[in-house]
């Protein structure tokens, strides 16, 4: 099984590559393994401190950098909007979104309390919230934007306030400009300095624990208050890992493309055949295909970098493990060799042009399917209810 297993996975690159639906054969077979959920988990403490050091912080250190820069960079743009300026700023914010998306797979402890991450990327943003702001008369200061809530403030009002497709970039541009574009300054202002507080507060928690998340991670073998035993931990990440493949895959590119799946007034599933451009994320800057990018290649650190693909394949015990360390790194890897497409996401859905963007769809399944029924069941992981349906 596991050859033939093995053969398919090497076909499927090429055929995604040629923007081709893998046909039945390719799809990703189950790992048949009799391990237990409670079976305790060899060199448990090193793995955990493995994927701490060597994948969550590096993470969220890049993401705390890239906050501060963006609000230097509008800081800048501010006292001085000038076009340069202002291409700067929106590589910043692009580079905050990206920083942010690769650490997709890690929405659990100091990104998820009390909903912060609703703070960080609220999407789509709320317009009234984002006008209102704009046209009020009052101070519009970082309290003001936190103040309003979730739907003005963060990345995606971040994206609604840099970019609009109906207008040039010089018209853009002039928005920020004189004193009507003060007001407009002053929001991005002040969204940046509340965003690089919200995100400083996510990193912090992981950079500078003290005997807080990050210590009952790593040390989750021995039990403590947040983490009973190693096996939570790791039912967590691997859960964690599989969420953020099913998000990308379904939300933000198959459903965009027509192929996600649904419930029909009948309440059975079938394929849905309308794409719509709106759906994907950060649709108004050209970003989509970027975000999804750095979603897998979050997922490559923390496997990789976070030893979990080294650990199984010293671990391999039954023979089965290598073999999935070597599918699993092949897929991620073969993802991120998909060529990007020349044009504008959005308008290649949009026109009926979509079909560069399919190798996205399929692989991105094949990599979703490969967490379920491969690295989940090889590692005793029984995976629950998907409660990420958004962001």
């Known amino acids: 099984m596991f050859k033939q297993i093995g053969c398919c996975l090497l ?18 077979k189950e790992v048949a393994t009799t391990v237990a959920p409670a079976t305790p988990i060899p060199n448990a403490d090193k793995l955990l401190a493995q994927v701490v050091d060597g994948a969550i912080i590096p993470l969220y250190r890049e993401l705390d950098v890239t906050a501060n820069t963006l609000t230097q960079r509008s800081k800048t743009f501010c006292s001085e909007p000038t076009a340069e300026h202002f291409k700067v700023l929106r590589e910043g914010w692009g580079e905050t979104l990206l920083a942010w998306h690769r650490t997709d797979a ?6 998820i309390e009390d909903q912060i991450d609703f703070k960080v990327n609220f999407n789509p943003p709320k317009k009234a919230v984002i006008n209102g702001l704009l046209n009020a008369t009052s101070p519009l200061t970082v309290e003001a934007v936190e103040k309003a809530g979730v739907g003005g403030q963060g990345l995606g009002t971040f994206e609604f306030l840099l970019f609009d497709r109906d207008k040039s970039d010089a018209d853009q541009l002039a928005a920020f400009q004189g004193d009507t ?81 649904d419930l029909n007034t009948e309440g059975k599933q079938e394929v849905l055949n309308t794409s719509n451009a709106y759906q994907l994320e950060a649709w108004r800057s050209g970003y989509s295909v970027q975000v999804v990018r750095a979603n897998v290649a979050g997922m490559q650190r923390i496997v990789k970098d976070g ?3 080294q650990w199984l394949r010293d671990h391999n015990r039954r023979e089965i493990e290598k073999f999935v360390a070597d599918a699993m790194e092949m897929r991620l890897d073969n993802y991120l060799k998909l060529p990007v497409p020349a044009s504008d996401p959005f308008e290649l859905i949009r026109t009926g042009n979509s079909k560069a963007l399919d190798g996205y769809y399929y692989l991105g399944n094949d990599i979703q399917m490969g967490i379920k029924r491969q690295l989940a069941k090889v590692m005793g992981v029984q995976l629950g209810f998907n409660d990420n349906d958004g962001d």
């Open 11 to 28: 076909l499927l690159p090429s055929l995604l590559l040629a923007n081709e639906a893998p046909p039945v054969e390719t799809e990703v």
């Open 106 to 111: 890690l929405m659990f402890g100091p990104a």
């Open 181 to 261: 574009g003060k007001r407009r300054c002053a929001y991005v202002q002040a969204a940046s300095e509340l965003l690089q507080t919200t995100l400083h507060t996510i990193a912090e928690a992981w950079i500078n624990d003290k005997n807080g998340y990050a210590t009952a991670f790593r040390t989750a073998d021995k039990g403590n208050a947040t983490f009973a035993s190693s096996r939570q931990a790791v039912d967590l990440l691997v859960g964690k890992l599989f969420q953020s493949a099913e998000k990308f895959s379904k939300n933000r590119i198959g459903n965009p493309l027509g192929k996600g799946i």
């Open 307 to 309: 030893g979990i693909l």
